[in-house]
């Protein structure tokens, strides 16, 4: 079955704390894993993604960490601002493939 | 240079109607797929358009169906319309340097009455 499992459902975070957001899958075919943020009304955008080969890949305040044995991957929002919130989707897929998304994270950032 | 365009924006509807959405890829992308995104859920994926063919589908009846021109850009359409079919859809599009990203456009908010 080609899942991906997004825990939690929702976050709440203080104004300059670290958000962390994990996923799992189980289909060990897929090679490259995105993460998107929506804002209510849009369409997806793609924040950072890694590929298997690599555990921890850093841009700007966002990371993504990787443990292939385990099959999970996590991102991590530092200093977490207010224009942060926003719903968070991992996702897993292969080359040319479709995307399998998790059910999202809705991260509200207090001010 | 202009990301993924889908029109229209919104779309209200009956049950029973058809309606027919479009997409434009972003400008150097040949792929297009299409997501189908419920309240409250993650994007689901409806089929994928190469060379205007449809190379994959996901798990959707065949009321759903699709069409890519010789410009890449393409169309989703949907017959019989269904309360449930109430939702955002989304078309994403990818090229062949770099076939993983698929980058999405704002979506058409579809409302079946």
């Known amino acids: 079955q080609q899942q991906v499992k997004q825990s939690p459902q929702s976050l709440i975070v203080q104004k300059g704390g670290i958000s962390i957001i994990n996923c799992a899958y189980e289909n060990t075919a897929f090679d490259y894993f995105p993460w998107y943020q929506q804002f209510p009304g849009k369409g997806p955008a793609l924040l950072i993604a890694i590929r298997p080969d690599v555990s921890e890949k850093k841009e700007g305040r966002f990371t993504i960490s990787f443990n292939k044995s385990a099959k999970q991957f996590s991102l991590h929002i530092m200093d977490s601002q207010p224009g942060d919130s926003a719903t968070y989707f991992c996702a897993a897929t292969r080359s040319r493939d479709k995307i399998i998304f998790g059910k999202g994270t809705r991260l509200h950032i207090l001010p | 240079d202009a990301g993924v365009t889908q029109s229209p924006t919104h779309l209200i509807k009956t049950r029973g109607q058809q309606v027919t959405l479009r997409c434009s890829p972003k400008s150097g992308h040949d792929t297009v797929s299409w997501y189908q995104q419920a309240l409250g859920q993650g994007p689901q994926f409806i089929f994928q358009?190469?060379?205007?063919?449809?190379?994959q589908r996901g798990n959707f009846p065949d009321r759903f169906s699709g069409h890519q021109f010789p410009n890449y850009s393409s169309e989703l359409n949907v017959n019989a319309l269904l309360l449930g079919d109430s939702a955002l859809y989304l078309c994403?599009?990818?090229?062949?340097?770099?076939?993983?990203?698929?980058?999405f456009g704002p979506g058409t908010r579809l409302t079946v009455l």
């Open positions: 994403a599009s990818s090229g062949q340097v770099v076939s993983n990203e698929q980058f």
């Open positions: 358009y190469y060379e205007e063919e449809e190379r």
